[in-house]
């Protein structure tokens, strides 16, 4: 999942303060609710949507979480639990399943979640009019990718419907080690057809969206704030008299400001204040870190010169010092070469370019610029002036004029004209993160694949293709990282595609009063077990 990075905005510490005193004064309650407590949070930004079939970012994953639900969701510990499925049943081949719904299960206005709301959800995900960029995810379904492809025109072909109100029916293509945890993730949520029809565009618009999870989306005041109130016909039962207040505030400085004015509940940290204020704040026992499931990367765009030639990608991938990262940044950013992070299945430190002048000097002399002579002016887009976001081009531009010789200039746009950049013409170089959507290998490996809508790279191999495909469905655990590590060599080490850069951390303040929160591997924040005391 990409992170969405901060958007820009120029900002004095005499705005943030003004800006912290105008949100004052409501610490205890929620307006228009006397009675009720709020956790309050920094969102960073506007969610650029809260389709189901449009989110591919972090800021509206982290609203959409906690309004919405699946058959399956995550557990304490990370494993797949029922959720809107009380449970389900396996073919012995692995390729047909039978969802058995909830008959307690309700969507916010009282109408029953049933069976036809996950086949019509799953339908629009796969119209290719709808652009869902998670489309490829239920590619394995059966006849699901000759449908978005437009070879099968009746959706009654697909390969699910509702058997009744309570029972689904699914039919894969072929058997997939992770498909209960891609029924957890937001691509496979149900969705409500009236209501779509009845406001098309606006349907997820306060006071439109029909949510079916333990929260409801209460008010979007747009560039400024999301309330969220308990859904009091959650099937668990609504969260104990709290509601969510997420305000979209860009500015890292001025939300620690608001934490320690106590107008916040919890506040991120993770490389996005200076390198000082983590060290202050280190020691204190609201301070908290966490190891993600995240990799924050550069990636070529592999059909625009000079980067078409993959001798350049090698050359720019060995050039770079990842040492510099943690030095710099000191919030626990962990330097990695390659496509899989630390703790997941199938990860190898010994995969991907490290740092080896040599080998980057003659690899761009092969490719006709010796010294880095002659070769033309490149760009680095990157989304924000956060400091961390700056300050990794501006580590990056160095490293390379200094390294390789070579004119680097950086440009600095708007989140979403960035995403829209990057959708109809990526940049030469550009800067992302990924978080995986489900915790396997899988979610790092599928971004690349030649369908993949976050593929910004043009890269496409169908020997990559084939690799990972035949991970998905091999089940030996020895022979299955062995497609991965072949995988990975080719996506950074053969074609070199990207440049893997650090593993993603997160440090976060939390209030001492607060219990229930939940920050997972994923970046996700659960907070339907949030108290406020």
């Known amino acids: 999942m990409k992170s969405l990075v901060h958007k820009f905005l ?35 930004t506007e969610p650029p949507t809260l389709d189901p079939v449009e989110v591919n970012d972090l800021v509206s994953m982290t609203v959409l979480t906690n309004i919405m639900r699946g058959l399956t969701q995550y557990g304490a510990n990370g494993q797949i639990v029922p959720c809107y499925a009380t449970h389900w049943t396996v073919s012995p081949d692995g390729k047909h399943y039978v969802f058995y719904l909830r008959k307690n299960g309700h969507w916010s206005d009282g109408n029953p979640v049933t069976a036809e709301d996950f086949v019509y959800a799953w339908q629009r995900v796969l119209n290719p009019k709808n652009g869902s960029s998670y489309a490829f995810l239920l590619f394995d379904l059966h006849n699901a990718r000759a449908f978005y492809n437009g070879k099968i025109k009746d959706p009654n072909q697909l390969g699910f419907r509702a058997v009744d109100n309570n029972t689904l029916s699914v039919d894969l293509d072929r058997p997939i080690a992770y498909f209960l945890q891609i029924m957890a993730f937001s691509i496979s949520l149900p969705e409500r057809k009236d209501v779509i029809e009845k406001y098309a565009n606006t349907f997820t618009e306060a006071g439109h969206y029909i949510t079916n999870g333990p929260y409801t989306l209460a008010q979007w005041d747009h560039e400024n704030q999301i309330m969220l109130k308990p859904n009091p016909m959650y099937w668990a039962g609504a969260p104990k008299n709290v509601g969510i207040q997420m305000f979209m505030i860009p500015e890292p400085n001025t939300s620690l400001i608001m934490y320690e004015n106590n107008e916040l509940d919890f506040a991120e940290t993770a490389s996005s204040l200076p390198a000082k204020e983590v060290r202050r704040l280190r020691g204190r026992k609201d301070y908290h870190f966490k190891t993600l499931h995240g990799i924050s990367y550069f990636g070529y765009n592999t059909q625009k010169p000079p980067f078409n030639d993959v001798r350049v990608r090698q050359a720019f991938s060995h ?27 199938a990860y ?44 990794m081009a501006e580590i990056a531009q160095f490293q390379w004029q200094h390294n390789l010789h070579v004119p680097v200039e950086l440009k600095n746009v708007e989140w979403k004209v960035y995403l829209k950049q990057l959708d109809q013409d990526p940049p030469q170089i550009f800067r992302l993160q990924w978080y995986v959507d489900y915790p396997d290998p ?80 994923l970046n996700i924040v659960r907070l339907d077990q949030v108290e406020v005391h």
């Open 10 to 44: 120029l900002i004095s510490l005499f705005v943030g303060i003004a800006l912290v005193s105008l949100i004052s004064g409501c610490a205890n309650q929620i307006p228009n609710a006397p009675s009720m407590h709020y956790f309050r949070m920094n969102l960073g």
């Open 319 to 345: 050039a770079f010092d990842r040492t510099y990262i943690p030095k710099l940044f000191q919030s626990g950013e962990a330097p990695i070469t390659s496509w899989i992070s630390p703790g997941l299945f």
């Open 348 to 391: 190898n430190p010994n995969i991907g370019l490290g740092f080896d002048l040599n080998a980057a000097q003659k690899l761009l002399a092969e490719a006709g610029y010796p010294g880095g002579k002659g070769f033309p002016k490149v760009e680095i887009w990157y989304a924000s002036t956060t400091p961390e976001n700056r300050q």
């Open 442 to 521: 899988d979610s790092f490996m599928n971004v690349f694949i030649s369908e993949s809508g976050n593929n910004y790279t043009r890269w496409k191999s169908t020997q990559y293709d084939h690799w990972v495909q035949q991970a998905a469905i091999t089940l030996n655990p020895a022979a299955r990282k062995a497609l991965y590590d072949k995988a990975q060599r080719l996506l950074l080490e053969d074609t070199a595609a990207i440049t893997p850069l650090y593993v993603m951390p997160k440090s976060y303040l939390l209030k001492p009063n607060i219990t229930g929160f939940a920050l997972d591997s």
